[in-house]
């Protein structure tokens, strides 16, 4: 019979993947150590082991938990049942303002996951692809069309770039909040799709 948790232990567990997330962001997986972790999260490295077996566990549980709430995220905005304009735009929106939330993690997640075991890597990343399917199946609602000429995922992509990589230049303190940011993506993306032109689908080999 497994013992029971203490009082308070999934507090203290996300408090230290909460700074583990920010060391991994300020100086790299490869750079931090387990002592820092413990002297970040102000408990011994004996307690630190108690949570995590070691630095990679961190680092996976990091991943796993942004990755898996940015899929939550989709789920939630797709439970809306919302026509495919209203709903891309919710997309952008929910996404932009979970990034401004958890930015340390979100560098973690596109920076530090080289780190981990192929398979752990790819089972992330099966879940991202998840989230970007999402994305572009709503995107082909709005132009069906794009699905058949193959640029539904580019466009999808290319949709992630503006948002994926604020946390390299938006401050949290500057003149553009996030709310206003996600309005500037959906008008830009928005203001530009309808003036994409259908190439002629790829042959295949």
Request: charged share 30%.
């Given at each position: 019979?497994?013992?029971?948790?203490?009082?308070?232990?999934?507090?203290?567990?996300?408090?230290?993947?909460?700074?583990?997330?920010?060391?991994?962001?300020?100086?790299?997986?490869?750079a931090?150590?387990?002592?820092?972790?413990?002297?970040?999260?102000?408990?011994?490295?004996?307690?630190?082991?108690?949570?995590?077996?070691?630095?990679?566990q961190l680092l996976a549980q990091i991943c796993d938990a942004h990755v898996h709430g940015l899929l939550a995220l989709v789920r939630e905005v797709q439970a809306q049942a919302l026509a495919p304009e209203p709903e891309l735009r919710a997309l952008i929106e929910r996404f932009t303002q979970a990034y401004a939330d958890a930015q340390d993690q979100h560098r973690v997640l596109?920076?530090?996951?080289?780190?981990?075991?192929?398979?752990?890597?790819?089972?992330?990343?099966?879940?991202?692809?998840?989230?970007?399917?999402?994305?572009?199946?709503?995107?082909?609602?709005?132009?069906?069309?794009?699905?058949?000429?193959?640029?539904?995922?580019?466009?999808?992509?290319?949709?992630?770039?503006?948002?994926?990589?604020?946390?390299t230049w938006l401050r949290p303190d500057g003149e553009l909040s996030h709310e206003a940011l996600a309005s500037l993506v959906g008008q830009l993306f928005f203001g530009g799709l309808g003036a994409v032109q259908l190439r002629e689908p790829a042959l295949s080999t």
């Open positions: 019979m497994a013992r029971p948790r203490a009082p308070g232990f999934e507090a203290q567990r996300e408090d230290i993947l909460a700074a583990s997330a920010r060391l991994f962001a300020e100086q790299g997986f490869s931090t150590s387990m002592n820092q972790v413990a002297e970040a999260c102000g408990v011994s490295k004996p307690t630190l082991y108690h949570y995590f077996k070691d630095k990679q596109t920076s530090e996951i080289r780190f981990l075991p192929d398979d752990e890597r790819e089972r992330l990343l099966a879940v991202e692809r998840e989230v970007v399917t999402a994305f572009a199946d709503t995107l082909c609602r709005l132009r069906p069309e794009l699905r058949e000429a193959r640029l539904h995922k580019p466009l999808t992509m290319l949709l992630f770039g503006m948002i994926n990589w604020t946390f």
